[in-house]
């Protein structure tokens, strides 16, 4: 059930003073592997600065797409000590679920932020997460570090190796399109365009991301035929897991 307070006259005076309210969004995206984050971040904002949003300026709104944690850390501690009258924070992109929302903020699997860090900041404040929430064990979130710092010279044969990663993913069904509705896919003498790319993508893997994600390959894709100008846009429906919970297509072996 939700509550709404009434204020007092004098409280009301207070809210209002100098005639405005000191308003202030964070709006938050990982972008890695998930293409549709960065449309949600530029309609939100969109909708905030329309009249139907409640008109805000741009100055009021602060855009972060997959920031360092010691950046965001440092917003949020700004953000408390200047105490907005109403904040709205956002965030899309990879989550889970470990007593709280953990939140991914950038490729790294270790740059979490639990929900909780990002609460109470404001007298009046509105979360919205846009991400999964699937449940973590304490074992998993330690190996989230554990896996991107995976070597050469791991002990695990290359199959173990590679079932031990896919076994780590939440079960899920992931599609990739390499157009969208109504658009046409092209082939060439060479292959098609949009496979070609996504296999492709695997040089990508290094050492010290030795596993490239499903959403990443995609992403590549994306990229390398917009520098192409080719006229078919690559869709997909994927689950906005951490990144240790994301089916992989690729693995420096």
């Excluded at 938050?28 to 939100?44: A, C, S, Y």
């Excluded at 860090?117 to 997460?129: G, S």
């Excluded at 893997?205 to 994306?222: K, R």
């Amino acid at each position: 059930m939700i509550s709404l307070a009434i204020m007092s006259g004098s409280e009301s005076d207070a809210f209002y003073q100098d005639g405005f309210v000191k308003r202030k969004a964070i709006l938050i995206g990982n972008t890695t592997g998930l293409p549709g984050v960065k449309h949600d971040i530029e309609r939100f904002g969109r909708f905030l600065q329309s009249n139907r949003g409640g008109a805000w300026l741009p100055a009021e709104m602060q855009v972060m797409i997959r920031p360092p944690i010691a950046e965001l850390k440092n917003v949020v501690a700004q953000t408390r000590l200047s105490r907005p009258d109403y904040l709205i924070v956002l965030f899309s992109g990879h989550g889970g679920y470990l007593r709280s929302t953990q939140l991914q903020i950038n490729r790294s699997p270790s740059e979490l932020i639990d929900e909780r860090e990002l609460q109470e900041l404001a007298p009046r404040q509105l979360n919205i997460y846009d991400c999964c929430r699937d449940l973590m064990t304490e074992s998993l979130q330690k190996s989230e570090s554990v896996f991107a710092a995976l070597s050469l010279d791991s002990a695990y044969g290359v199959r173990q190796k590679y079932d031990d990663r896919i076994m780590q993913a939440a079960e899920q069904q992931a599609s990739l399109y390499s157009c969208s509705v109504g658009e046409s896919s092209i082939d060439t003498g060479e292959g098609a365009l949009y496979l070609t790319e996504l296999l492709a993508s695997a040089r990508t893997v290094t050492h010290s991301n030795p596993f490239l994600t499903v959403g990443e390959a995609h992403e590549y894709a994306i990229e390398q035929l917009e520098k192409k100008k080719a006229t078919q846009n690559p869709d997909s429906r994927l689950g906005k897991f951490l990144t240790s919970r994301q089916l992989i297509l690729a693995m420096n072996p």
